[in-house]
């Protein structure tokens, strides 16, 4: 079982930063990938970014050139750098890892953290 807290959400002019913290606890050794999700009012939940055990990075199309998801392994830290933010960014921003370890896949979630960019 992995534990994720996220922190760093808030309310942000358009054209302002956030980062978002994720950190891990619990069977981090089995993680093999960690991204961030987000959900909007109304809307499904959907990948905003992810980075695999080995480095490997991906994006969303709307947030590419913006946002930055990079880790920090002695602080079992994710992060998610959102410059550039817009409106349609608002949404609750999820923290997601994904395990694999002797046969046996979980999905573990953060709480969720607020992200609000005015206009």
């Known amino acids: 079982q992995v534990r994720l807290v996220e922190s760093g959400g808030g309310l942000v002019q358009a054209g302002g930063s956030l980062r978002l913290s994720c950190a891990s606890s619990?069977?981090?050794?089995?993680?093999?990938?960690m991204g961030w999700y987000r959900q909007a009012p109304g809307k499904q939940r959907e990948l905003v970014a992810g980075?695999?055990?080995?480095?490997?990075?991906n994006y969303t199309d709307s947030v590419k050139g913006r946002f930055a998801i990079s880790r920090d392994n002695a602080k079992n830290t994710v992060y998610l750098q959102m410059n550039s933010l817009k409106p349609e960014d608002t949404a609750v921003y999820y923290c997601?890892?994904?395990?694999?370890?002797?046969?046996?896949?979980?999905?573990?979630w953060g709480q969720g953290t607020q992200v609000t960019v005015s206009s």
């Open positions: 997601n890892a994904k395990t694999y370890y002797t046969g046996l896949s979980t999905e573990n």
């Open positions: 619990g069977s981090i050794f089995s993680i093999n990938f």
């Open positions: 980075i695999t055990s080995a480095g490997y990075t």
